[in-house]
């Protein structure tokens, strides 16, 4: 993998880069839509290729279950396997340490701002626990009991063959106190340092930064990944409890990691958020935000219909206004979706539960997102994006 800055921002850590890798190039920031299963939910890879997206990120957790890494390499790797000839990223299981562990029993998601209305509460049993060794848990699928090392996540994600790859770590809860968070950042530094000893192909490994909503266990965290041979970082775990400490998480962060390799934040993905974190240096997001707000009707739409920082730039097709209206999702969108159908016709859809819904809902949210961003790189690229955020923003 290589990694090539072409410009940067005068009055803020924004960049516009590539990144070559084995499967074509990523031209950042770029936003990733999440294929867990090996698939976009609903969405063939032709349509995410016309879409625009130029990497997909699969979930090493459900893939090793599911159908297994070993299978995956028997039939060619992930890119023949799913019909996928750009690049892909694996994450390496370590979300699911914290999803199907302290997530699981408190019904808390790793992003929870209370002010927003997230707030904790008790849910069901856990099914993952960490210890020294890994992540020690129960299939979702048929309750076999599975121990992943940070060895084993190397190796099932060398055999899934991505072309860059993630260590295996602990995503903290945004409930956890400095202590645990302390121990979880040291133990997840650990399994790093083992990650990088097991690590034997080509693919590109990036090291995750920890360290919770904590100044001095982030900067820890960020100096010791830095310190270490990475092809590029990934920011993780909890990050605070507002936007507010998002950002500042960040600005803590940022100015530790080598500028001249690539910076993923996990899990991130909405409209105001990608303008603040480019702006502070982010160059790759994931999130299932657009596909899964899809599913239950939620479309994005620009300023010029309304979209705005209130509504976060979006609105529910269900609704009845929409029930006789022949404009397209969004009439300054040209994806499939909008081309073709309007308001009323995929209103009625998801009236009716029909399938299509979700499919067309999904094409449209994706290349919204996929998209902006790519116009939000062109603005770094002419120097105009105080300029567009404003425009967007305001």
């Given at each position: 993998?290589?990694?090539?800055?072409?410009?940067?921002?005068?009055?803020?850590w924004a960049r516009a880069a590539v990144i070559e890798t084995p499967?074509?190039?990523?031209?950042?920031?770029?936003?990733?839509?999440?294929?867990?299963?090996?698939?976009?939910?609903?969405?063939?890879?032709?349509?995410?290729?016309?879409?625009?997206?130029?990497?997909?990120?699969?979930?090493?957790?459900?893939?090793?279950?599911?159908?297994?890494?070993?299978?995956?390499?028997?039939?060619?790797?992930?890119?023949?396997?799913?019909?996928?000839?750009?690049?892909?990223?694996?994450?390496?299981?370590?979300?699911?340490?914290?999803?199907?562990?302290?997530?699981?029993?408190?019904?808390?998601?790793?992003?929870?701002?209370?002010?927003?209305?997230?707030?904790?509460?008790?849910?069901?049993?856990?099914?993952?626990?960490?210890?020294?060794?890994?992540?020690?848990?129960?299939?979702?699928?048929?309750?076999?009991?599975?121990?992943?090392?940070?060895?084993?996540?190397?190796?099932?994600?060398?055999?899934?063959?991505?072309?860059?790859?993630?260590?295996?770590?602990?995503?903290?809860?945004?409930?956890?106190?400095?202590?645990?968070?302390?121990?979880?950042?040291?133990?997840?530094?650990?399994?790093?340092?083992?990650?990088?000893?097991?690590?034997?192909?080509?693919?590109?490994?990036?090291?995750?930064?920890?360290?919770?909503?904590?100044?001095?266990?982030?900067?820890?965290?960020?100096?010791?990944?830095?310190?270490?041979?990475?092809?590029?970082?990934?920011?993780?775990?909890?990050?605070?409890?507002?936007?507010?400490?998002?950002?500042?998480?960040?600005?803590?962060?940022?100015?530790?990691?080598?500028?001249?390799?690539?910076?993923?934040?996990?899990?991130?993905?909405?409209?105001?958020?990608?303008?603040?974190?480019?702006?502070?240096?982010?160059?790759?997001?994931?999130?299932?935000g657009p596909t899964r707000i899809a599913r239950v009707g939620i479309?994005?739409?620009?300023?010029?219909?309304?979209?705005?920082?209130?509504?976060?730039?979006?609105?529910?097709?269900?609704?009845?206004?929409?029930?006789?209206?022949?404009?397209?999702?969004?009439?300054?969108?040209?994806?499939?979706?909008?081309?073709?159908?309007?308001?009323?016709?995929?209103?009625?859809?998801?009236?009716?539960?029909?399938?299509?819904?979700?499919?067309?809902?999904?094409?449209?949210?994706?290349?919204?997102?996929?998209?902006?961003?790519?116009?939000?790189?062109?603005?770094?690229?002419?120097?105009?994006?105080?300029?567009?955020?404003?425009?967007?923003?305001?």
């Amino acid at each position: 993998m290589r990694f090539r800055i072409i410009k940067r921002s005068r009055d803020s850590w924004a960049r516009a880069a590539v990144i070559e890798t084995p499967h074509g190039k990523i031209r950042t920031p770029a936003f990733i839509p999440v294929s867990t299963k090996a698939s976009v939910k609903t969405l063939s890879s032709e349509e995410l290729n016309e879409i625009g997206a130029e990497v997909l990120m699969n979930n090493t957790y459900h893939l090793m279950l599911k159908p297994g890494s070993r299978t995956v390499k028997k039939l060619g790797g992930l890119h023949r396997f799913m019909h996928w000839n750009k690049a892909i990223i694996t994450d390496s299981g370590g979300f699911q340490a914290f999803s199907l562990g302290y997530g699981k029993e408190t019904s808390v998601k790793k992003i929870y701002f209370p002010d927003e209305g997230n707030s904790g509460r008790k849910g069901s049993e856990r099914i993952a626990k960490v210890n020294e060794n890994g992540v020690e848990f129960r299939s979702i699928y048929d309750n076999g009991k599975h121990l992943l090392m940070p060895e084993d996540s190397i190796r099932i994600q060398e055999e899934l063959g991505a072309d860059i790859i993630l260590v295996l770590d602990e995503c903290t809860s945004p409930l956890a106190g400095y202590d645990y968070t302390k121990k979880s950042m040291e133990l997840t530094n650990r399994w790093a340092l083992r990650c990088i000893k097991a690590h034997k192909s080509k693919q590109a490994l990036f090291g995750i930064v920890q360290g919770g909503e904590y100044k001095d266990l982030r900067e820890e965290s960020a100096r010791f990944i830095a310190s270490q041979p990475f092809g590029g970082y990934s920011i993780g775990g909890s990050l605070g409890k507002s936007k507010k400490d998002m950002h500042r998480i960040l600005r803590w962060v940022v100015p530790l990691l080598d500028y001249k390799k690539p910076r993923h934040l996990l899990g991130i993905g909405a409209v105001e958020d990608l303008f603040e974190t480019i702006e502070l240096g982010m160059d790759l997001f994931d999130c299932v935000g657009p596909t899964r707000i899809a599913r239950v009707g939620i479309i994005y739409v620009s300023p010029k219909e309304g979209g705005n920082r209130k509504n976060k730039f979006r609105y529910r097709i269900t609704r009845k206004e929409f029930e006789h209206d022949e404009k397209p999702l969004d009439p300054n969108c040209k994806c499939y979706a909008c081309r073709n159908y309007t308001r009323a016709y995929i209103r009625h859809l998801f009236k009716a539960n029909e399938m299509l819904a979700y499919r067309l809902a999904s094409i449209h949210n994706l290349h919204f997102i996929v998209n902006l961003v790519k116009d939000i790189r062109k603005a770094i690229l002419k120097g105009t994006l105080k300029r567009m955020k404003r425009e967007w923003m305001s």
